[in-house]
């Protein structure tokens, strides 16, 4: 087994940096807040509330992951932010309309005040249904990458944070191939020069992040620092970085349905997906080009879960659609519905059908919190370049070049204790459990 790292201990403030200061990044900031004041409990976060079993099932040993390893606690954490829109933490809680503003806003309406979004490295032509007048301004994309950093700077200085993480939970931006420009940080370093296209805003908060020494995770579907120039300088500067798209509703539910038709060997003939969202995010997918990134993104799932290369009378067949759909009415409160049709023994056809009737940020603000306490308990245990035991939160899991993507939730979940255990000087799980057996022989 690779050797247990010496891990740091989580001393002073952790200054949690949030590129995207909308429903996502105000719900899990809002939420650390009523849960600190003891208004709330964090469901859906692992790093406050799961246990990991150690040992034998006989030894029952099972304490809480934040007390196996040595996390920042919710009382160290402080906020920054950028948004094109300048509404402060209240304003934006309120429009996007999570919480319930009596029994949640109000109480912390002080707090949520204080946190204003600082001007952002925005450009329209990547989210084209947005627009907003906190904006900076300069004369190449390196300078906004170079702003970029003195922000991240000024904020380490000016919230007395001792160490800083950054979660991307701004809009999806369009559909980019990774290009020559992304192949290496001199090329990537020509292009913010030049002002290439293929350059676009999220590309530049991973950049300023990893050169400041700051973990950088990807909360959306966009190509952001995924391609081989960023972990490179990830790698080389020792900061660890993962991605991308918050594994929230529909594909939450996919990923554990598919693994189980799979493992029973069920067959999959068609798949069909399709949500109503009426908030901004809803709007800005609305976009072909932005929905382009997100369909991706929500599509590669299947294919990595079931392998219909290896099972193609099973899964060779296997229709899959997504659609998504901007519906007012509904604001936050998304509806996935999936149509799934099966077949087993001999053929016989069955069908499933699911309606989730989820609230977005409800279910991606834990994730939120999560990311921000393992990248930062990875970068004080010296893990490095891309962290794919985090893929448990991800819609596309961000893997080694040549590496297929692990999809499958169970196994992801496993992944992560299995490598939280392995920073704790445990042993892993392998549940072989024959040993339990040896005394009845
Ligand atoms: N909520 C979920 O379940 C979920 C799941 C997976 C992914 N996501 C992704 O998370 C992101 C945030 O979702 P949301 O519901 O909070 O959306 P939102 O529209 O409420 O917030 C996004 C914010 O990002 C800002 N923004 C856009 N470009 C920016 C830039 N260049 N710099 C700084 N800010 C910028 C926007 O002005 C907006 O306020 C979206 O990309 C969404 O697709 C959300």
Redesign the pocket.
Known sequence: MKDRPEVQPARGKLGVLL???????TTFVAGVEAVRRGIALPFGSLSQMQTIRLGQRTEACTPLIKDLVPLAGLDDLVFGA????PDDGYE?ALN?GVFDRHEHLEPIKGFLQSVR?ME????KR??KK?D?PNVKKSRSKRELAEQLREDIRAFKASSGADRLVMV??????VFIRPGRAHETLAAFEKAMDADDHEIA??ML?AYAAIKEGVPYAN????LSVDFPALEKLAADRGVPIGGK?????QTLIKTVLSPAFKARMLGVAGWYSTNILG???G???DDPESFKT?EESKLGVLEHVLQPDIYPELYGKLYHKVRINYYPPRG?N?EGWDNIDVFGWCGYPMQIKVDFLCR??I??APIVLDLALFLDLAQRAGMKGIQEWLSFYF?TPHTAPGLYPEHDLFIQHMKLKNTLRWLAGEEPLTHLGLDYYDHLD
């Not at 950028?82 to 829109?85: E, F, S, V």
């Not at 798209?245 to 509703?249: C, I, Q």
């Open positions: 590129p995207g200061f909308g429903a996502v990044a950028w948004d094109p829109i934006s996007a979004p952002a490295a925005f450009d990547y989210v947005l907003g991307w939970c701004g809009s999806t931006e805003p999220s908060y909360g959306a579907p966009n798209d918050f594994k929230t509703g908030n901004r995010d709007e800005v997918l997100k936050d998304k977005d940020s279910l991606a819609k």
